[in-house]
């Protein structure tokens, strides 16, 4: 898994693409994945923590997004 960057790092267009087809996907799940990857980044946004956007986690076939903060965090799947 690649991190991409956060909503406001892609242009209105490249965000569309990587949304198009988002399906919801298991936020524990992308925590884990999240955690074993990216130690530092989970960390910083306390993903051990309640999350009020949780449910707003999605996946497409080639990418995870997470939601945290209202905040769209974009994760190339390898």
């Not at 992308?30 to 960390?43: D, G, H, T, V």
Request: hydrophobic share 35%.
């Amino acid at each position: 898994m690649h991190f991409i960057g956060t909503c406001a790092d892609v242009t209105a267009g490249k965000r569309e693409r990587l949304m198009k087809g988002a399906k919801r996907f298991s936020y524990k799940t992308l925590c884990l994945l999240i955690k074993e990857q990216f130690p530092e980044l989970y960390e910083s946004l306390a993903l051990n923590f309640y999350n009020h956007w949780s449910t707003k986690t999605q996946h497409t076939a080639t990418h995870y997004i997470l939601v945290h903060s209202a905040s769209e965090y974009f994760f190339r799947k390898v």
